[in-house]
Every structure is written in structure tokens, then in C-alpha cells.
């Protein structure tokens, strides 16, 4: 099956609206903004855990850590379902805590203000 760009939203429906939930190749996905680094991201909008809509969920950086010692680690981001909890790496689309978790994570681009997904 060959992949091809999708046009899914306006840059400034993006800034407005934080998501974007759009059909591209035959699936659900998600371009949310990464407030932190201003890019936009695209994500399959399906939770492997239990099928929430995963970009009803928050990005943010990745905590680490055991009880009384937390950290953040500012350059890796995540995505956090708002069901129950499950992380995953904007980059990878993988679960920093369960190797067998896995969302599809697509390339994205802007192109004369329009937000394009390939899928």
C-alpha cells in the first residue's frame, strides 16, 4: 500500500483548536501542536491499551522517577492518554514502560499554511 499526503487542517485551525482530528489513509488521526517545541505532530488517534481517543490526551515532557525522587526529562515528549495514564513518545509512538505498547506516529509538514500528514 503506497502512502500519500493528506491535507488535514489550516495552521491556524491548529493554533486555534490545539488538535485536529482528521481521516487519512484509512485511519483516524490526530495532528496535535507540541506547545513546547511548536511543531505539530500526528499521531493514530487510538490508544493500543484499551482504544481510547489518544489525542484527547495532554503532550508533555516525560516523568521519571520512584516515589519522593521525580524528574523530568524536558527533551523527551509524550503523549498522555486520558484514559488511563499510558505514555508515548512523540518521536517513536513506543511506551517508555511497556515495550509492547505502540501507536503509529506519522510525518507531518506545513506547506503554504495548510497542516499535510503523510498516511
Known amino acids: 500500500m503506497s502512502r500519500a499526503w ?3 487542517a489550516s ?3 491548529l493554533q486555534r483548536d490545539g488538535v485536529v482530528i482528521a481521516r487519512a489513509g484509512g485511519r483516524e488521526i490526530g495532528v496535535m501542536l507540541d506547545e513546547h ?3 505539530p505532530v500526528a ?3 487510538r490508544c493500543p491499551h484499551m482504544g481510547a ?3 484527547k490526551g495532554t503532550i508533555r515532557s516525560r516523568e521519571t522517577g520512584t516515589p519522593g525522587s521525580y524528574g523530568l526529562e524536558a527533551d523527551r515528549r509524550v503523549l498522555h492518554c486520558p484514559w488511563h495514564g499510558w505514555e508515548f513518545d512523540l518521536t517513536s509512538g513506543a511506551c517508555p514502560e511497556d515495550d509492547r505498547m505502540r501507536v503509529a506516529v506519522y510525518p507531518v509538514r506545513v506547506e503554504g499554511g495548510r497542516v499535510l500528514v503523510e498516511a
Do not use: E, K, T, W
Request: glycine letters at 6%.
Open 11 to 13: 495552521v491556524d485551525q
Open 43 to 45: 499521531i493514530r488517534n
Open 53 to 55: 481517543p489518544l489525542c
Open 37 to 39: 517545541s511548536g511543531r
Open 6 to 8: 493528506h491535507d488535514v
